[in-house]
């Protein structure tokens, strides 16, 4: 890609629920649309939700929707594109409020750079990840490790990307992820074969993006904000 002055505030969030960094997404977003602002990288892993592409209102289950609410897991709706994706601790979600017009990107181009920072962040831990012609996002072989979901309005980016680092798999049982039902799911974990921290994995996905992007990496918080910063 073409050298550019790119900076990037980078933001840990810690442990979240989905509705709160929606919303704070849908502000960011906003500010960036009306000029104001500046491009971000929200990090975070939240608390087990469903969340619903907006081409796919109907969730596409394995169970019957009242297994799911048995497990306590929420179904929200979102207006990225994509199908059904499960969210939980233990995976790192990606969030990019990112002004493409002034990075001179296409929305592609953007998906591919976040594929490529994830296969950067899975060759660190020695695993090969790739694209697949059955869908976006990160496989290892057949099995999907990564999702990429965007919203774009006006060129401003919101919604990224979720790698699956160590999370309850059990949960990707209840339903058709990304609506595919012969999908197999993987984490990091499963696939070197030991625990893997949290922590080292966001840091080395905040790398990769800069690597990728070619923009310097900001560490920063949100002014304001009212999402929990604690990661359990």
Same mark, same amino acid.
């Given at each position: 890609?073409?050298?550019?002055?790119?900076?990037?505030?980078?933001? @840990?969030?810690?442990?979240?629920? +989905?509705?709160?960094?929606?919303?704070?997404?849908?502000?960011?977003?906003?500010?960036?649309?009306?000029?104001?602002?500046?491009?971000?990288? &929200? &990090? $975070?892993?939240?608390? =087990?939700?469903?969340?619903?592409?907006? !081409?796919? /209102?109907? /969730?596409?289950?394995?169970?019957?929707?009242?297994? #799911?609410?048995?497990?306590? *897991?929420?179904?929200?709706?979102?207006?990225?594109?994509?199908?059904?994706? +499960?969210?939980? =601790?233990?995976?790192?979600?990606?969030?990019?409020? *990112? %002004?493409?017009?002034?990075?001179?990107?296409? #929305?592609? @181009? +953007?998906?591919?750079?976040?594929?490529? $920072? #994830?296969?950067?962040?899975?060759?660190?831990?020695?695993?090969?990840?790739?694209?697949?012609?059955?869908?976006?996002?990160?496989?290892?072989?057949?099995?999907?490790?990564?999702?990429?979901?965007?919203?774009?309005?006006?060129? *401003? $980016?919101?919604?990224?990307?979720? &790698?699956?680092?160590?999370? %309850?798999?059990?949960?990707?049982?209840?339903?058709? =992820?990304?609506?595919?039902? %012969? *999908?197999?799911?993987? !984490?990091?974990? $499963?696939? #070197?074969?030991?625990?893997?921290?949290?922590?080292?994995?966001?840091?080395?996905?905040?790398?990769?993006?800069?690597?990728?992007?070619?923009?310097?990496?900001? /560490?920063? !918080?949100? /002014?304001?904000?009212?999402?929990?910063?604690?990661?359990?």
């Amino acid at each position: 890609m073409e050298g550019h002055s790119r900076a990037v505030g980078v933001y @840990d969030l810690g442990t979240t629920s +989905y509705g709160e960094v929606h919303k704070l997404q849908q502000r960011l977003q906003g500010q960036r649309r009306e000029g104001g602002g500046v491009d971000t990288l &929200l &990090l $975070t892993e939240h608390r =087990p939700v469903f969340t619903l592409g907006r !081409s796919h /209102p109907t /969730p596409d289950l394995r169970v019957e929707p009242e297994a #799911v609410r048995q497990w306590g *897991i929420e179904i929200v709706q979102a207006e990225r594109g994509g199908d059904i994706t +499960y969210h939980g =601790p233990g995976q790192l979600v990606a969030y990019g409020i *990112i %002004d493409l017009r002034s990075w001179g990107l296409g #929305v592609l @181009d +953007y998906v591919r750079g976040l594929e490529e $920072t #994830v296969i950067g962040v899975l060759a660190d831990w020695g695993v090969r990840g790739e694209r697949n012609e059955a869908g976006r996002g990160v496989w290892v072989g057949e099995r999907k490790i990564a999702s990429v979901g965007l919203n774009v309005r006006r060129w *401003i $980016t919101m919604h990224g990307a979720a &790698l699956n680092i160590d999370p %309850d798999m059990s949960h990707w049982e209840l339903i058709n =992820p990304c609506g595919m039902r %012969d *999908i197999e799911m993987t !984490s990091m974990a $499963t696939e #070197v074969g030991k625990q893997v921290a949290f922590q080292e994995v966001l840091e080395a996905f905040t790398f990769h993006f800069g690597r990728v992007f070619e923009c310097t990496m900001e /560490p920063a !918080s949100v /002014p304001g904000h009212d999402v929990s910063s604690s990661r359990g």
